[in-house]
């Protein structure tokens, strides 16, 4: 990855970091471990050992010069044998943005949820949450900082009634910092906040309303404002196959959020802590950013459409030194949304001799037949009420 370094279009060589990560069967440094990762600043031009189904990311930071003069900016990376691909960052803008949310829960209880995104370098920030009056903080603070964003202190100020968040923000969507926490109010009515940021001496600001009972909507005054009525959270199943494995075999972790609602859910996050047994082989999603670190796999969806959903498949590979029986994995909505959901892998520690049925094979040809027998017998029982209620 040769990044540009013309001047005035380009990147300032001397500003130029990048960080290489590998998954657990690869490594940035052809010859290593796997695992390796790898740092270095100026151009990319290394060897790496990628296996199939293995992955490498590499992080790369750079600043433009002061007097770069185009709408747009592009970078390209490429292989040694041909490939390449290209990304052109179509907004070129250092100062912080935020979105907020107000979720009714309860009645009179609001949770306000804001996301901060970074669109320059890294920089240390504060945030700041003064509420309105009408509202008194009740709790559920929660700061997250996502990727290689840092949290410094994160706190609630009684004698100013502001809730403040104090770190350091990296560049980009996969490095934004999320905060959430919830008052309660005394009724009906219309409901502001705003939280505003400092990073680098730049400030930004953003605001989202609510309206509880039959009140008049309220306006906000700036075109981050984002009124919610009372919601459901997003409905989050996850399936396994196959449910039967052996070990060092391959398990498809299918997860689906879906929005149940009539209006648009924003900034929704799931989270999967995968099991040490499990080996993450990849990662995706039919809607929304998916990172892997370590064991946890996490999904960010910025906005999720009403009755839409979004499907995430994650692919993993079970320890062949496993000798247990059974694997759970769960998967689970963060704040501010509630919900989450589990699956079970059986594991199989050994074949069966040359025409044995399997041991397991029994247990289960019973089990499904005691399940279609009793959903036959719930069928019949409900037809027969039907029929004496006529």
Same mark, same amino acid.
């Given at each position: 990855d040769n990044i540009p370094t013309a001047d005035p279009d380009g990147f300032d060589p001397t500003s130029i970091t990048w960080t290489c990560t590998a998954s657990a069967g690869a490594s940035c440094i052809s010859g290593q471990p796997a695992g390796t990762g790898d740092t270095g600043t100026g151009a990319i031009n290394t060897f790496i050992d990628v296996p199939r189904d293995e992955q490498i990311v590499y992080m790369l930071t750079a600043t433009l010069r002061p007097n770069y003069s185009q709408p747009t900016v592009t970078n390209t990376a490429a292989l040694e044998t041909g490939e390449s691909a290209s990304d052109t960052n179509g907004i070129i803008s250092d100062p912080p943005t935020g979105t907020k949310v107000g979720v009714v829960i309860g009645g009179t209880r609001i949770r306000?949820?804001?996301?901060?995104?970074?669109? &320059?370098?890294?920089?240390?920030?504060?945030? =700041?949450?003064t509420l309105r009056p009408g509202q008194t903080f009740i709790g559920n603070l929660g700061c997250t900082a996502v990727g290689t964003s840092t949290t410094t202190s994160c706190l609630y100020d009684a004698p100013t009634n502001t809730v403040t968040w104090q770190g350091t923000i990296g560049t980009g969507n996969a490095n934004r910092v999320e905060i959430a926490f919830d008052? =309660?109010? =005394? &009724?009906?009515?219309?409901?502001?906040?705003?939280?505003?940021?400092?990073?680098? &001496?730049?400030?930004?600001?953003?605001?989202?309303?609510?309206t509880i009972g039959d009140a008049n909507p309220p306006s906000t005054d700036n075109n981050l404002s984002n009124a919610q009525p009372?919601?459901?959270?997003?409905?989050?199943?996850?399936?396994?196959?196959?449910?039967?494995?052996?070990? &060092?075999?391959?398990?498809?972790?299918?997860?689906?959020?879906?929005?149940?609602?009539?209006?648009?859910?924003?900034?929704?996050?799931m989270s999967d802590d995968v099991p040490v047994p499990l080996q993450v082989v990849s990662a995706s999603a039919t809607n929304g950013t998916v990172t892997v670190s370590g064991q946890v796999v996490r999904v960010f969806i910025n906005t999720l459409a009403p009755n839409e959903t979004s499907t995430i498949t994650l692919i993993t590979r079970l320890d062949p030194a496993f000798q247990q029986t059974i694997?759970?994995? =769960?998967?689970?909505?963060?704040?501010?949304y509630i919900g989450d959901s589990s699956a079970d892998i059986f594991v199989i520690n050994g074949l069966p001799e040359t025409g044995e049925a399997p041991w397991w094979r029994t247990s289960v040809l019973l089990g499904l037949g005691l399940l279609l027998g009793l959903a036959g017998f719930v069928a019949t029982r409900r037809s027969w009420q039907y029929i004496r209620k006529q």
């Amino acid at each position: 990855d040769n990044i540009p370094t013309a001047d005035p279009d380009g990147f300032d060589p001397t500003s130029i970091t990048w960080t290489c990560t590998a998954s657990a069967g690869a490594s940035c440094i052809s010859g290593q471990p796997a695992g390796t990762g790898d740092t270095g600043t100026g151009a990319i031009n290394t060897f790496i050992d990628v296996p199939r189904d293995e992955q490498i990311v590499y992080m790369l930071t750079a600043t433009l010069r002061p007097n770069y003069s185009q709408p747009t900016v592009t970078n390209t990376a490429a292989l040694e044998t041909g490939e390449s691909a290209s990304d052109t960052n179509g907004i070129i803008s250092d100062p912080p943005t935020g979105t907020k949310v107000g979720v009714v829960i309860g009645g009179t209880r609001i949770r306000w949820t804001m996301t901060w995104l970074n669109t &320059g370098g890294a920089q240390a920030a504060t945030i =700041s949450d003064t509420l309105r009056p009408g509202q008194t903080f009740i709790g559920n603070l929660g700061c997250t900082a996502v990727g290689t964003s840092t949290t410094t202190s994160c706190l609630y100020d009684a004698p100013t009634n502001t809730v403040t968040w104090q770190g350091t923000i990296g560049t980009g969507n996969a490095n934004r910092v999320e905060i959430a926490f919830d008052v =309660s109010v =005394s &009724g009906d009515g219309n409901y502001n906040n705003v939280a505003s940021i400092n990073m680098g &001496g730049q400030a930004a600001s953003t605001t989202a309303a609510v309206t509880i009972g039959d009140a008049n909507p309220p306006s906000t005054d700036n075109n981050l404002s984002n009124a919610q009525p009372i919601i459901d959270d997003p409905i989050i199943v996850k399936l396994v196959d196959p449910v039967f494995i052996q070990p &060092g075999e391959l398990a498809t972790w299918t997860i689906t959020i879906t929005n149940p609602n009539a209006v648009a859910l924003t900034n929704i996050q799931m989270s999967d802590d995968v099991p040490v047994p499990l080996q993450v082989v990849s990662a995706s999603a039919t809607n929304g950013t998916v990172t892997v670190s370590g064991q946890v796999v996490r999904v960010f969806i910025n906005t999720l459409a009403p009755n839409e959903t979004s499907t995430i498949t994650l692919i993993t590979r079970l320890d062949p030194a496993f000798q247990q029986t059974i694997v759970s994995n =769960s998967a689970f909505l963060d704040a501010p949304y509630i919900g989450d959901s589990s699956a079970d892998i059986f594991v199989i520690n050994g074949l069966p001799e040359t025409g044995e049925a399997p041991w397991w094979r029994t247990s289960v040809l019973l089990g499904l037949g005691l399940l279609l027998g009793l959903a036959g017998f719930v069928a019949t029982r409900r037809s027969w009420q039907y029929i004496r209620k006529q």
